[in-house]
């Protein structure tokens, strides 16, 4: 394939800038005081969009009409009658967005490869892939990991994933170059190290001389620049987030508009729940549309003291705070994770860092972004049932905009305000201790809007974390809000949300949140999986993906103007929509029925395995050996799966695993997987063992998923997604997986190195984080900060 040109060896500081006057007017991270002469209203009341982003869209509309329609031509061309997308383009076009999960750099890169999946930039895209509906996407949202995904491509021109890709390599400081510690950038260049951190020491002192608060928060942004904007001096410590409106690319409507997420932190508490106030970072401004802020405040002016959206002090208004670093930190910063702990050590080692990087600057709060002055100061726009903390206190406290659940940056792209017909959700959450979502993070959005926070929203119904695992709808694509008529219940008709759930297809993408050094191979394999999760594996899986995709794309419009449906959207709704079904009504299990057997297994470790052995009568069986090997049929209508278990004897080739087929369903056959756990190890081998607890209909399984030394890349092993009857007998083994089709991202993928530490954290509750023991956390704290 054509590798397209990259556009990273034009890029500079003045070709991301179009503007002289882009920069701090102290060329320097310190925000400076400047002359605003009749400046008024700088924080306005929600309920609507600014005026500038009105007046971006009408650039960007066109844009993406055109792309648009020209991805729907191509991706409906086999359909016995598309003239549906000439109707609705007839009426004005959809509109869609992209909602990047959070996840670290597991997630970066996941989302990177899904948006290289649907960018047309990107070659074999349009062949196997999305091709081009990255260019008809308005708006573009990340948390956390996401965040750096969409920071690094807005903020260096709208680059594409394969350009980044086209120059990746380790230790030669490009873009994503993972291979060294944000905390030890330099690897064994312990003088590169040395400057960046001087540096970065330098820019907080400069912020807190010219008098605003600062944090350690601070730090880990600046530090972080340097992996994003490598072609800027010091990782941009002089550029603004608000800059952005000057870059080409974004005044001409040529890219989608970035917004990120941030969460509150309210008074007098130490980390954000669910309830927590979210903050939108756009361009144009900062601000909330919830009812306890209901206020947007100018980004541009964000460090200004103002009262009731006006400077205090005529005249004198502040610009330069908003750095593009800062802001980022404000929805990825994993130090409050570490602080609430509370733990001594913890604690002691927190107030090293503050000693290095802030000396002797005093600060009430070392582990969040400080906004100071709280832009909202005064404002009358909030609801009085939510109360005045937020408008009354001096400063905002800012943290992951994941914390509270909502990994999935979804909330800015179901407001009614931007009128969204579909909206593409990657979930690369760390819900499960083998670190696959498990769908709570879109639950938490959905919750959230019947809570008094949520009163302003509307999002699709959504299942149980229950169900999600009983229809294995973390395994494939799932559709969510189908048919707008069961919907007239919300507050109003949100978007179609396509749901794309982290699994493995070429890599075990599962990789710790607290992972933060990978080779370029990793990083190239994490990519391709991204893809891979994105397209159905390259469109061999379901090779109308695509098309399904056009129809989600379509939905709301052919609702809306009440056009036919075509056939072949039919069919893929049949297939990828949620239609309602919970775990609670699958064919129920008389207790008398069933039969249980629990078996501890030895290997360095106890470990308790439940099976279940189901009646013949049932939709799917589960048949127990004494080698603790499940086999599960999903969704066969009127059949069972019959297997014979194959036994890993001497760990030779490691977890054996292989697809059988049901014999008799009605649409089709089904997958289903046999897992043999890994008998006899070689001597040696054990302490590396890694254990996968997989959960399937009623049944919890636990095997060895590989041993060292092996050379295997397996790293799943649940079975299909419910109603997919077009992917009959697909493998979960890499290698199988590997082979059915092209590798567009060309590369080579090994297994990670194994973590030194074992982590079972929920990534979706801030303030609930289980840890194995103290020398554990110890370790964390240890490998983000380059002791380890």
């Known amino acids: 394939m054509t590798q397209l ?12 800038l179009s503007v002289a006057d882009a920069w701090s007017p102290t060329n320097s991270y310190a925000p400076a005081k400047i002359n605003c002469d009749g400046k008024t209203g700088i924080t306005r009341e929600g309920g609507k969009i600014s005026d500038a982003e009105a007046s971006w869209l009408a650039k960007r509309d066109p844009v993406t009409s055109a792309a648009l329609k020209t991805f729907l031509d191509r991706v409906t061309s086999n359909f016995a009658d598309n003239s549906i997308v000439e109707q609705i383009f007839s009426k004005g076009a959809p509109k869609a967005g992209y909602a990047a999960c959070g996840g ?5 890169l996941l989302d990177a490869g899904t948006a290289a999946a649907m960018d047309d930039r990107t070659p074999g895209a349009n062949e196997h892939g999305l091709g081009g509906l990255l260019q008809g996407i308005t708006y573009i949202t990340g948390v956390s990991g996401g965040a750096f995904y969409t920071s690094t491509v807005a903020y260096n021109n709208w680059t594409s994933v394969q350009d980044i890709i086209d120059q990746m390599n380790d230790g030669d400081h490009s873009i994503w170059d993972l291979s060294a510690s944000p905390l030890n950038p330099g690897g064994s260049d312990t003088d590169y190290t040395n400057q960046v951190f001087a540096d970065v020491t330098a820019s907080i002192k400069a912020k807190s001389d010219a008098g605003f608060k600062v944090s350690l928060a601070d730090a880990y942004g600046l530090i972080t620049g340097y992996y994003m904007y490598p072609s800027l001096p010091q990782g941009g ?7 952005i409106q000057d870059v080409d690319a974004f005044k001409n409507g040529e890219m989608p508009m970035l917004m990120e997420v941030t969460a509150i932190v309210p008074p007098g508490e130490k980390t954000a729940g669910l309830d927590a106030t979210t903050i939108e970072l756009n361009p ?54 570490i602080s609430v702990q509370g733990n001594p050590v913890y604690t002691s ?56 659940g909502q990994v999935i940056p979804l909330t800015p792209l179901m407001r009614k305000e931007r009128d969204l017909d579909v909206v593409i959700a990657t979930d690369n959450s760390y819900d499960t201790p083998e670190i696959w979502p498990n769908g709570h993070s879109i639950i938490s959005t959905y919750t959230r809007q019947f809570h008094d926070i949520g009163s302003t929203d509307a999002f699709p119904y959504v299942p149980d974390t229950e169900t999600f695992a009983a229809l294995g709808l973390t395994e494939n694509p799932t559709f969510f809000g189908c048919d707008s008529s069961n919907l007239t219940d919300l507050a109003y008709i949100p978007p179609l949300v396509v749901y794309l759930p982290n699994r493995m297809y070429s890599y075990a993408s599962n990789i710790s949140t607290y992972t933060f050094t ?22 061999t899986d379901d090779s109308e993906f695509a098309g399904c995709i056009g129809c989600a794309v379509m939905r709301r419009k052919q609702e809306q103007l009440g056009l036919e449906w075509p056939s072949e959207c039919d069919k893929c709704f049949q297939i990828y929509c949620w239609n309602g079904t919970l775990a609670s009504d699958l064919p129920s299990i008389s207790s008398s029925a069933n039969t249980s057997t629990s078996t501890t297994t030895e290997d360095d470790a106890s470990y308790t395995t439940e099976l279940t052995t189901l009646t013949s009568g049932d939709n799917f069986s589960t048949i127990h050996f004494e080698t603790s090997t499940t086999i ?17 004897e001497e760990c030779e080739e490691a977890q054996a695993t292989k697809t059988i087929e049901c014999e008799e369903c009605e649409e089709g056959q089904a997958q289903a997987t046999i897992t043999a756990e890994c ?13 996968t607890t997989t959960t399937s209909m009623t049944t919890t399984t636990e095997v060895c998923e590989e041993c060292s030394n092996s050379g295997s890349n397996s790293g799943s092993n649940s079975g299909s997604s419910n109603s997919d009857s077009k992917s009959s007998g697909s493998s979960n083994s890499a290698s199988d997986k590997a082979s059915s089709g092209p590798s567009i991202l060309q590369v080579t993928t090994t297994l990670p190195t194994s973590s030194a530490f074992s982590i079972a954290l929920n990534e979706n509750a801030g303030n609930t984080v289980g840890i194995t023991t103290s020398l554990t956390l110890l370790a964390i704290v240890g490998a983000f900060f380059g002791f380890i």
């Open 5 to 16: 040109q990259s556009l990273l060896a034009s890029v500079s500081v003045l070709s991301l």
């Open 104 to 108: 670290g750099y597991r997630g970066m």
């Open 237 to 243: 410590a002089t550029y603004q987030w608000s800059d």
């Open 284 to 337: 144009f401004e900062f601000g909330s549309w919830e009812p306890s802020i209901n206020a947007f405040s100018d980004m541009k002016y964000l460090g200004t003291e103002l009262s009731n959206g006006n400077p205090v002090n005529d005249g004198e208004c502040v610009v330069g705070y908003d750095n593009v670093n800062f802001i980022t930190s404000t929805s990825t910063d994993v130090i409050n994770y």
């Open 349 to 404: 080692m927190i107030a090293q860092f503050q000693n290095k990087f802030l000396g002797n600057i005093t600060t009430d709060s070392v582990d969040t972004n400080i906004v100071s002055p709280n832009p909202f100061k005064g404002t009358s726009f909030y609801s009085s049932a939510e109360g005045n903390s937020l408008v009354e206190t001096d400063e905002l406290r800012l943290v992951d905009g994941g914390y509270g």
């Open 518 to 539: 990978y080779t370029k191979e990793e990083r190239l394999a994490m990519i391709q999986n991204g893809f891979e999760i994105a397209t159905r594996n390259n469109l």
């Open 632 to 648: 599960t049929c999903h969704e066969c209508e009127e059949a069972q799966a019959t297997a014979t278990a194959e036994v890993c």
């Open 679 to 691: 008998e006899e190890c070689e001597d040696g081998q054990s302490n590396s063992h890694h254990y």
